[in-house]
């Protein structure tokens, strides 16, 4: 019997809105991992409560609106994922463009890295402005992409546990 119909007939022997799994992915395969996730997805769009425990930071990410990470059994981090996500950010951005760069001795952003590939440029800049840093480089260069630097949920968690 796959996973698939495990889950099923679990759920229609309930008649509950509260799901509680601990570490519901561990030990299954990508295909039965997945159709778990859409089991679990499709629960929450009817609106029940999931409350699951794992330590993989990638499904906290894809399925969590809320998150408590609990360290030797205090709470060390707790809130809406993409707020605990914007928390930890550290204005870095990264930016691609066409040509070499030439540092300006005014500039708004802080170069922390430069590579040139084939007249493509990619810098990692920190900057508390980064329309006034896209701004300036456009002044001198066509911008291909500009992606802000957010951490993981896992760098996140990592983070965390060496500071608590």
Known sequence: M??????????NFTNTNY??????????????ANLLKQEILA???????IIFSTHNMESVEELCDEISLINQSKVVLQGNVAQVR?????????????????PSPISCFECLSSQLSNGIATLRI??????????????DY???SFSE?????NEIFINAIKTS
Do not use: H, W
């Not at 799901?19 to 039965?32: A, H, M, T």
């Not at 402005?129 to 896209?134: E, F, T, V």
């Open 43 to 49: 629960l929450r769009e009817k609106g029940a409560t």
């Open 142 to 144: 066509k911008i291909i």
């Open 86 to 102: 914007a928390t930890f950010k550290k204005q870095i951005y990264t930016v691609v463009f066409e040509g070499i760069y030439s």
């Open 19 to 32: 799901y509680l799994f601990d570490e519901p992915f561990s030990g299954f395969d990508p295909v039965n």
């Open 126 to 139: 920190r900057t508390e402005s980064p329309n006034d840093a896209l701004k300036e480089i456009l002044k």
């Open 2 to 11: 796959c996973l698939f119909e495990i889950f099923g007939k679990v759920t």
């Open 149 to 153: 630097e957010v951490p993981s949920m």
